[in-house]
């Protein structure tokens, strides 16, 4: 997992709020090798969801670079932009404010297909049935409205329709905070089995880091805007090295933490 896939460099961001100036990115630098899932972990302001925005170009940076797949992402615009978004995908918490709930299944799954062309239009219904025994979901559920499943179920479609343009680079920012724990569970099962047989990386945000230490190869702990730790999973959660990771160990449940 030597290939670097993601490179973040001195990124930084700022916002100006009730006459003071708020460092949301403050100097970030990270990378992801191909196939490697980081875990970003960090209280709450600590510049998660800003990393994430300004990665997916949700919200434009200050100062700094970012290379995906050997090409400057930041520099990438129009046509050129929509094609490379096929390669990075975002998983969000809540999945009813990613796309139309009112809408079946299938016509979530089929617009992926569709704008980044990804299968010819007789074989996209194959696809679709092929993406939902994939996350786990049985082939008739092509026909519901999304409003009328579950939590899990729904997070299990955002999931179909992330992989469903073939990334290299999922983006997951807080994309199980919702669910409850069992729920929970076996979305955190799905992702490490797709990670593994698909080889996708992924960036996956959270406060909480039971919930990062259960994917991630490697942890980066974010405080104040900047990273101030970043090392393999099982090193950060047993040892931790900053304050801001001291106190996420300590807010971990023992249960969790202690070897089994
Ligand atoms: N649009 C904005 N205008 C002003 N300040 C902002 C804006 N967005 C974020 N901030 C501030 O930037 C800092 C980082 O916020 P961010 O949402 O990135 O943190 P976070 O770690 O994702 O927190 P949470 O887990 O609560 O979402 C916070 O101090 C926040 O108040």
Request: proline content about 4%; aromatic content about 4%; some cysteine.
């Amino acid at each position: 997992m030597s290939d670097v896939l993601l490179s973040i460099e001195n990124l930084s961001k700022g916002f100006s709020s009730s006459g003071r100036r708020i460092a949301a990115l403050d100097n970030v630098s990270l990378t992801i090798a191909a196939g490697e899932t980081l875990g970003l972990v960090g209280a709450s302001g600590s510049g998660k969801s800003t990393l994430s925005r300004v990665l997916l170009r949700l919200l434009a940076a200050d100062t700094g670079a970012i290379g995906f797949e050997g090409e400057d992402w930041l520099a990438l615009k129009g046509a050129a932009l929509r094609r490379k978004r096929a390669r990075m995908q975002m998983v969000f918490q809540d999945p009813l404010a990613a796309f139309n709930p009112l809408a079946a299944v299938d016509t979530v799954l089929d617009d992926p297909l569709r704008i980044h062309d990804v299968v010819p239009r007789d074989r996209r219904a194959s696809e679709i049935a092929m993406l939902l025994e994939r996350v786990g979901l049985p082939a008739d559920y092509a026909f519901r409205p999304v409003r009328s499943l579950s939590g899990g179920q729904r997070q299990r479609v955002a999931i179909a329709r992330a992989i469903a343009t073939r990334p290299s680079l999922l983006v997951l920012d807080e994309a199980v905070s919702a669910l409850d724990v069992t729920v929970r569970g076996r979305i955190l099962e799905l992702l490490v089995d797709l990670q593994r047989e698909m080889g996708i990386a992924c960036l996956f945000i959270s406060h909480d880091l039971a919930v990062v230490r259960a994917v991630s190869h490697r942890i980066a702990v974010m405080d104040g805007g900047r990273i101030v730790e970043t090392g393999p999973a099982a090193s950060v959660v047993a040892a931790p090295q900053s304050d801001a990771a001291r106190a996420l160990v300590a807010a971990v449940p023992r249960l969790v933490t202690e070897p089994s």
